[in-house]
């Protein structure tokens, strides 16, 4: 190529031919391919990235370049890195605002990957000693110059920050930790501030802003940044785990000043309560990530509890006004923060904060309406479920009061909504629903293995409103005895089976954490004995099989998995080796009702 003029001409030209769609798409994308393949394209492909007019040929240069950087590190000097990362620089600092998103992601990655993988570098051409580590200082110069400005520079940071949290270069995981580490002591304190004063600005009114589009663009800007910095692997252990098995979340100690007030808190709830999703979503995510901080981040235990006062003073604040919780994805995120509430406190903490009685009714009452409308809490009820067990499994150990008082009033009205909530989905299913959540069993079986702890917190009461619901279904099936026989079966059947199938999944989840009072053996005797009630139906259901009927053939797959998977719970539980307590009330009555 003749001269940098031409070379970005036809560069341009080959990246619209290529988008094209047209004839001439083969043979410009092979053409590409070879340029950014060569390193000794790094100067024409930056000077697209910097003054070309073409988003298409300024999105290849960027990824291009990455690619180079990447792959080809050590065959750039010291000097041709640093001169790239200053340029681009430059170029953000007077395109920034200009550059259409994708083109802005792009050269984002380049600059967060360069800033990575010279992290500990000092070229000789630079007299200050490891300039890369100085980014958030550049970056943050240009964000006083205008708004589009300040959206470009957190975009910057943002990439930044997934850039250090994650190994994307395949370095040695030694490398990687000694960098990110690095990154966490040097930036990512003054980087969170620096959103978190994004947002303090935008809430008081202090940021010139010409829309509400540019307002909610940097309110999702600064917010994606908060929490990219909440999330972050502070402790290096997490790479490549979901932040979701995480409990607490180990900011370092020199955060501690964030988490000594409420106000943090004050503004993320603002926030939401402000905004619609994503961006009220975002908020609750960096809320449920403030919620997770370490116990040793708080210099006494008083400031701890004033802070998780102030915390479930806000949640009772929502849930009595409902703010935003008719949104799906603002209800997700809300019902992953009650949970945390509890993961991260101990009852005898949570139950001596001043709101606690109002959170746990209000909490009980919004578990029970969602348990009402499964279609919308979907993926949710795994949060609630999981609180309410753990507040179940320490009831046990808490001395007696009014908290505990309410806690047993409703966790046995909690566990007959999630039994009713799950069979009237099953049903609902079956006649078109979306969601089944049966189809998803992995996920079912980790619900079930909590509901026990629920169950047993009075499990007279339980255990009776579960035998009304199985007497239904049993009832339902034996009216249709003779018709299926025939080989017909109805929508009544269907349904009846659907709504079985939960209950034997529910029973068998029950009966295997076994107690060894007689009065939980005679409730796990009148639960198995409808159970094998229900399991008799089977046979029925083969003579219809037999006759050619095959209606509703998967509900019968749903119903017999469940049936086995009673029988194998019921086997270890009270036939198998680990069945070592005499079960005589529980035999009696099988033997009462099944003869």
Not at 259 to 270: G, N, Y
Not at 508 to 513: L, Y
Request: glycine content about 6%.
């Amino acid at each position: 190529m003749n001269s940098s003029g031409s070379a970005m001409a036809e560069m341009e030209q080959l990246c619209m031919a290529a988008m094209s769609g047209g004839d001439g798409r083969s043979s410009a994308e092979q053409r590409l391919v070879q340029v950014a393949q060569n390193p000794e394209n790094l100067e024409m492909l930056l000077e697209i990235l910097i003054n070309s007019n073409v988003p298409y040929a300024q999105h290849f240069a960027a990824s291009s370049l990455t690619t180079l950087m990447t792959k080809k590190w050590a065959s750039f000097s010291a000097g041709q890195k640093y001169n790239l990362r200053s340029r681009l620089l430059a170029m953000f600092s007077q395109r920034g605002p200009e550059l259409p998103p994708f083109v802005l992601n792009s050269g984002a990655e380049l600059l967060a990957r360069i800033t990575k993988m010279a992290w500990f570098d000092s070229p000789k051409e630079v007299t200050k000693s490891l300039p890369y580590q100085d980014i958030y200082v550049h970056v943050s110069s240009f964000w006083e110059v205008s708004v589009g400005h300040l959206c470009a520079g957190l975009a910057l940071l943002n990439e930044l920050i997934m850039e250090m949290h994650s190994n994307r270069t395949l370095r040695t995981l030694a490398k990687h930790r000694r960098v990110a580490m690095s990154f966490r002591d040097n930036c990512l304190l003054s980087i969170f501030n620096g959103a978190v004063k994004s947002l303090e600005r935008i809430r008081s009114g202090t940021i010139p802003i010409p829309s509400q589009q540019i307002r909610d663009k940097l309110v999702d800007l600064s917010l994606k940044v908060c929490l990219s910095c909440l999330s972050f692997d502070f402790i290096g252990t997490a790479i490549e785990e979901s932040v979701e098995e995480i409990s607490t979340v180990q900011v370092p100690a020199s955060w501690k000043d964030l988490f000594e007030t409420s106000s943090l808190l004050d503004l993320f709830f603002e926030v939401y309560a402000s905004q619609v999703p994503p961006r009220s979503s975002l908020a609750l995510q960096c809320i449920v990530y403030a919620a997770s901080v370490r116990r040793s981040i708080f210099p006494s235990q008083e400031k701890r509890s004033s802070y998780m006062g102030a915390l479930v003073a806000k949640t009772v604040t929502v849930l009595k006004g409902n703010t935003g919780l008719h949104e799906q994805e603002n209800f997700h995120e809300f019902c992953k923060l009650l949970s945390r509430i509890k993961i991260n406190c101990q009852l005898p903490e949570l139950s001596a904060l001043p709101d606690f009685l109002s959170w746990v009714r209000l909490s009980a009452s919004i578990t029970v309406q969602s348990f009402n409308s499964l279609a919308f809490a979907g993926n949710s009820m795994y949060y609630l479920v999981l609180l309410w067990s753990r507040m179940a499994t320490s009831t046990s150990y808490h001395k007696q009061g009014e908290a505990l008082d309410e806690l047993r009033r409703v966790l046995p009205d909690i566990f007959i909504a999630i039994c009713n909530g799950l069979e009237s989905w099953g049903v609902q299913s079956v006649n078109g629903a979306d969601g089944d959540p049966c189809e998803g069993l992995d996920m079912f079986l980790n619900h079930l293995d909590m509901l026990p702890h629920i169950a047993r917190v009075d499990y007279t009461k339980s255990s009776e409103r579960v035998c009304t619901m199985l007497d239904h279904v049993i009832g339902a099936l034996q009216s249709q005895h003779s018709t299926v026989q025939q080989g017909n079966v109805g929508a009544s059947v269907i349904n009846a089976e659907a709504a079985g199938a939960w209950l034997l999944y529910v029973v068998g989840a029950v009966i295997q954490n076994r107690q060894t009072s007689d009065t939980a053996e005679k409730c796990d005797g009148e639960l198995a004995a409808r159970a094998f009630q229900l399991i008799q139906w089977m046979e029925v259901r083969e003579q219809a099989l037999a006759a050619g009927c095959r209606d509703g053939i998967q509900v019968l797959e749903r119903f017999e998995k469940a049936g086995l998977m009673f029988l194998s719970l019921y086997r270890r539980t009270y036939i198998g080796d680990q069945a070592t307590v005499s079960s005589n009330h529980l035999l009696q009555i099988l033997e009462t009702r099944l003869g």
